[in-house]
């Protein structure tokens, strides 16, 4: 069975900096691309950026070189390094894998961004 554990986040000052982990089991860790996604008040959930299974990343424009996204295939863990916060990064973000064309999602973390 699939499982994602998330922790981090919480209230940040703007312009600080936060990180997210997600802790993944059921998988074959290191064989699968992974992502976070976010979803604001009143809004769309949407992608803010993947990795690949060989490290490969890719950003939405609204964080990238902002946000990093890494992964420890040791500890089979998923980081969301998040620098340089706005208000605009207030939302819950959830951390996502597929497995055989199925979807999990972590139980999402809220992150404030305060002025």
């Known amino acids: 069975q699939v499982h994602l554990v998330q922790s981090g986040g919480g209230l940040v000052q703007s312009g600080g900096s936060l990180r997210l982990s997600c802790a993944i089991s059921?998988?074959?860790?290191?064989?699968?691309?992974m992502a976070w996604y976010r979803q604001a008040p009143g809004h769309e959930r949407e992608l803010v950026g993947s990795?690949?299974?060989?490290?490969?990343?890719n950003y939405d424009d609204s964080v990238k070189d902002r946000f990093t996204i890494s992964r420890d295939n040791v500890w089979n863990r998923l980081y969301l390094q998040m620098n340089s916060v706005q208000s605009e990064d207030t939302a819950v973000y959830y951390c996502?894998?597929?497995?055989?064309?199925?979807?999990?999602w972590g139980q999402g973390t809220k992150v404030t961004v305060s002025p």
């Open positions: 996502n894998v597929k497995r055989a064309g199925v979807t999990f």
């Open positions: 990795i690949a299974a060989d490290g490969t990343t």
């Open positions: 059921g998988i074959n860790f290191k064989l699968h691309g």
